[in-house]
């Protein structure tokens, strides 16, 4: 039974950083790709970032060069380091498999970015 136990989210200001972490447990994240997603109010949720089995990492147009997704299969965890924030990235952060997300849903994180 699959388990995504996201944490780290908060209250921020434009420009500041915050990293998140998920807790996975019933599946190896080191052979399957694992994503960060984004729902904002009203929105449709969104991938924001990637990492393949083999590592290789892919990330929406939105957040290149802000984000940085990885991860530690040692301990079978995820984590978005998310730098140079901006009100835009005000969202509830969630993590699943991708591309075929689990329809199981973690509780998420909220991040909030004020201007």
């Known amino acids: 039974q699959v388990q995504l136990v996201e944490s780290g989210g908060g209250l921020v200001q434009a420009g500041g950083s915050l990293r998140l972490s998920c807790a996975v447990s019933?599946?190896?994240?080191?052979?399957?790709?694992m994503a960060w997603y984004r729902q904002a109010p009203g929105k449709q949720r969104e991938l924001v970032a990637g990492i393949a089995g083999g590592g290789i990492t892919n990330y929406a147009d939105s957040v290149k060069d802000r984000f940085t997704i990885s991860r530690d299969s040692s301990i079978n965890t995820v984590y978005l380091q998310m730098n140079s924030l901006k009100p835009e990235d005000t969202a509830v952060y969630y993590c699943?498999?991708?591309?075929?997300?689990?329809?199981?849903w973690g509780q998420g994180t909220q991040v909030t970015v004020s201007s």
């Open positions: 019933g599946i190896r994240i080191s052979i399957w790709t």
């Open positions: 699943n498999k991708s591309p075929k997300p689990y329809d199981y």
